[in-house]
């Protein structure tokens, strides 16, 4: 395969992000008539290389050959003219044009300055007929399967001539049967000579359809493998690679009595039967794939989004939590994943988004106090260590690691006796990560409950005294400190056969 | 600490500009004709305004979260058009004025309920109420007038204080505007109106509770509407079914003049209240030099959309980005040749109605 001139070639490409790598030195070939997977954590830089190679962003160094010749993509739609295409978890289409309007858009056949319905619908048929898919071109994208709107998707490719198909995580919505359906379309496309990327969590998937595997770590390139000589634990291995280093402070606590407990908890549609119990300084570290149910777990204990079936108990006793106000009134603490939206109003002033929570406490007879506000909120900022000229500063001007540290002063300022942290050093840099973990570990030696959602498996092997991990809405399995490794919590994270286990 | 304060220097120094401008309007004004300063025409040309006044207090708050409320003059009209009906039936004038606040917290509740626990958006459900509560003041007079009201009762909109004839609206609308200032910065209710304007989902996320605040400020705005219905009958000594039509544009016209961002977040009473004051100050003026309503229209929309060109183009203008500067040039081109049409326009029809 080697003799032959890859379709995309890529050599020493970097690209950054406001001083943070995102890929660094990362190469890839693709030849045509293979199925190239994509694999790493999250965060390692494949939706990064994705856009690179669509044109949505420029690479900062390195070089991109296609069939050969050099080539530089300004935009996305410099890309699709050299064929390359792409389809996502979530298709985009126009939910009210048709199938055919929809595969030829922009490029729709004309008769006599006027677009030809009839020969549109006839060009549209002909590719659908061709990936052997049943639908009539007339039919209007919005009443189509998530299933379907991909396969119109690949229509679409197919109809540009897409020499490269890029695959981004096409399966995770799908049924076994439909998935079924795009793989044999898949290994349709690839006997005809399209080279095709494909992304997927489900290492399975990886195993009936690759032929080869290219693994990313932390934006750098690991190693590019024939799928027929690596197993499942080859691959986790080297997906995640790194050894456990010392940087997490983990203190050890002795845990206390059970302060949340939670009972057969089901929020429809996002996860069923979660039951957990919670003690006194215990970091309960919870793991699991980007769309597993994790945050919707939080935000049902918090009450944004209340539970539809299931108990939540706080010392024993049942209680319900139907919004935020109520949550807090139990003590609860809730930092939430998405810092710009839900963690903090963007344009007013860090000491406006720290007292937020709290006022009815710094008000004296119902009257706004000014002068408690400002002490309560210059305490919170000090003892966090937040960079800013002043709590007159606005949170917007914030660095992202400052951002987070205004979120957690926030919710100390409400002495939570449990703090649920949702994904707390995501995009934060290192110094400030450190100093989030430090602060974990403290607050657990002085009796919270603490509830940590996590993407980053270090981090959750680092802090947890404990660690649950979800998959597809369901309490998968349940680990102790002492015997959790990545490659097991990977494994029970992507619903890999638990023969594999050792 | 203060919400004020978190609105950037800008809006301290619009608000500048509104007392410049009113500034400048009172000497012209003053220097074009000399009835301006007559303090018995000032007296009588500021209760013309209240009723306006009344509705944008609630209004303002409304604006600040990123709502709007189209329904206040339809409110008022409802609301005293059942007073006058009620008052023509026999009942005391005391207690069907009651009944009329009654019937504005009732039609501000309606709105608020649509808005804030149906979620549906404040325009649609404002534009329905707007259409809905002007139709059942028809079905409440029909096309009479309620006639007769007692002397007493009439105080609340001709009565004045003193001397100098302070009128007595405008007593009510100093007081009802300390209590809306007072509610905007030194309660907890006035910081979370901010917080639902900039984001209002990270304010749930805190426990703010939402709902309810939106709740009551349609409340607040059915109140205050009926209660400048109740000044405006009071005024003209009678009600008719149609009082007040058009009269939600200029209440949302002096809260935008006055700097309150038309997509919530930011804002200041004071702003508003001096943006009421300008809009008065400017339609008296023209008044007086015999310049018609439609005229006055025209000065008064220039403004609006002036209020928010300028803060536009002065963003971009310290912006030092050079391509957005380029859009800037284009923008103020756009602004000056406005400014021509606006100026042709206006001395031509001054001119042709003095003549």
């Known amino acids: 395969m080697n003799d032959k001139i890859p379709v995309i070639r890529m050599r020493h490409v970097s690209k950054s992000f406001g001083g943070v790598h995102a ?21 390692a830089g494949k939706s990064t290389l994705i856009k690179v190679i669509t044109g949505v962003h420029q690479p900062d160094e390195g ?20 064929g390359i295409a792409a389809i996502y978890q979530e298709p985009s289409l126009f939910p009210d044009l048709s199938i055919a309007e929809n595969i030829l858009v922009g ?83 690839r006997a005809e000579g399209t080279a095709v990327i494909f992304i997927s969590h489900r290492l399975e998937e990886l195993f009936a359809l690759a032929d080869r595997v290219t693994t990313l770590r932390d934006g750098e390139y690991v190693g590019t493998r024939e799928m027929a000589d690596v197993t499942t634990e080859g691959l986790i291995q080297m997906m995640v690679g790194r050894k456990l280093d010392d940087l997490f402070p983990k203190q050890a606590v002795e845990i206390g009595e059970v302060v949340l407990e939670v009972d057969h908890l089901s929020v429809n549609g996002a996860f069923k039967d979660i039951s957990f119990k919670l003690h006194a300084g215990e970091i309960l570290g919870m793991a699991g794939l980007v769309g597993a149910g994790r ?105 992202g690691g400052n951002q987070q540290k205004v979120v957690l002063a926030k919710w100390l300022s409400t002495n939570p006796r449990i703090l649920i942290l949702d994904e707390p050093t995501r995009g934060i840099d290192v110094g400030t990560k450190a100093a989030v973990h430090g ?11 603490i509830l940590m959602i996590s993407s980053e498996l270090p981090e959750v092997l680092g802090m947890s005294d404990r660690i649950l991990v979800m998959r597809e809405g369901l309490l998968t399995k349940e680990f102790d400190r002492s015997d959790a490794t990545q490659e097991k919590l990977m494994m029970a994270a992507t619903g890999t056969v638990e023969a594999a286990l050792p | 600490m203060t919400s004020k304060q978190s609105l950037g220097d800008f809006f301290k120094r619009w608000e500048w500009l509104l007392v410049l401008l009113i500034f400048l309007v009172t000497i012209v004004n003053a220097r074009l004709t000399p009835y301006f300063l007559d303090t ?28 709007i409320d189209l329904s206040v003059a339809s409110m008022m009209a409802m609301c005293a058009s059942l007073m006058g009906w009620l008052h023509m039936q026999g009942t005391n004038i005391w207690v069907a004025m009651a009944a009329a606040l009654l019937l504005g917290l009732l039609a501000g509740f309606l709105n608020g309920y649509l808005v804030a626990r149906v979620k549906l958006p404040s325009l649609v459900v404002t534009l329905g109420t707007f259409a809905f509560y002007r139709g059942m003041a028809y079905a409440l007079l029909g096309d009479q007038a309620a006639r007769g009201y007692p002397e007493s009762f009439t105080f609340l909109g001709q009565g004045s204080i003193g001397s100098i004839r302070f009128p007595f609206s405008a007593v009510l609308f100093i007081i009802f505007a300390v209590i809306f200032s007072l509610i905007l910065y030194k309660l907890k209710f006035g910081r979370y109106l901010y917080v639902i304007g900039n984001n209002e989902e990270a304010g749930f ?76 100050e400017m339609r008296f003026g023209m008044g007086l030099i015999n310049i018609p309503g439609q005229g006055q229209n025209i000065v008064i929309g220039f403004l609006l959309i002036l209020s928010i ?46 003549a």
């Open chain 1, 295 to 399: 945050t919707d777990v939080a935000r049902s204990i918090f009450g944004v989004k209340p539970a539809t079936a299931g108990e939540i108990k706080i010392d024993g006793e049942t209680v319900e939590i139907n919004s935020p106000q109520k949550a807090m009134a139990l003590g609860i603490g809730y930092v939430p994943e998405d810092r710009q939206n839900h963690g903090l109003i963007l344009p007013m002033t860090i000491g406006d988004n720290v007292t937020l929570p709290m006022l009815d406490t710094y008000a004296t007879k119902g009257w706004l106090n000014p002068k408690k506000e400002k002490a309560a909120a210059v305490e919170g900022v000090q003892k966090l260590e937040v960079k800013a000229y002043g709590i007159e500063q606005k949170a917007a001007e914030l660095s």
């Open chain 1, 23 to 43: 890929l660094k030195d990362v190469q890839l070939d693709i030849f045509s008539g293979e199925v190239h997977a994509l694999l790493g954590e999250n965060g």
């Open chain 1, 107 to 189: 490029r729709q056949p004309l008769r006599g300055g006027r677009v030809s319905w009839g020969q549109m619908n006839k060009e549209a048929g002909a590719l659908l007929k061709r990936l052997g898919v049943d639908l009539n071109p007339r039919t209007k994208a919005r009443n189509l399967s998530v299933a379907q709107q991909q396969m119109v998707e690949i229509a679409r490719a197919l109809s540009v001539e897409a020499r490269v198909l890029i695959m981004d995580e096409p399966t995770s919505s799908l049924t076994s049967n439909e998935v079924d359906e795009l793989f044999r379309i898949t290994k349709q496309l």
């Open chain 2, 205 to 280: 996320y805190a426990g703010v509770n939402v709902v309810r605040t939106k709740l009551l400020i349609f409340m607040m705005s059915g109140f205050m509407s009926a209660l400048a219905g109740i000044v405006l009958a009071a005024r003209f000594g009678s009600t008719r079914p149609d009082i007040g039509t058009g009269l939600e544009l200029a209440v949302i016209t002096a809260v935008v003049l006055g700097g309150v961002s038309i997509s919530g977040g930011s804002g200041t009473m004071i702003g508003a209240i001096l943006a009421l004051v300008l809009i008065g």
């Open chain 1, 439 to 449: 602060l974990m570990s403290n607050l657990a030696s002085q009796g919270m409950a």
């Open chain 2, 40 to 67: 018995r025409n000032l007296m009588r040309a500021t209760s013309d305004f209240m009723e306006l006044g009344l509705m944008m207090l609630p209004m303002v708050f409304i604006i600040i979260t990123g709502n």
């Open chain 1, 63 to 82: 070089e991109i050959d296609l069939n050969g010749e050099r080539v530089y993509f300004n935009n996305p739609r410099e890309a699709q003219h050299q």
């Open chain 2, 309 to 354: 060109l300028i803060p536009h183009v002065g963003r971009e203008l310290t912006s030092g980005n050079v391509k957005v500067n380029k859009a800037m040039v284009g923008k103020t081109a756009v602004a000056l040749i406005m400014i021509a049409l606006f100026a042709i326009f206006f001395f031509w029809s001054r001119t042709l109605l003095i």
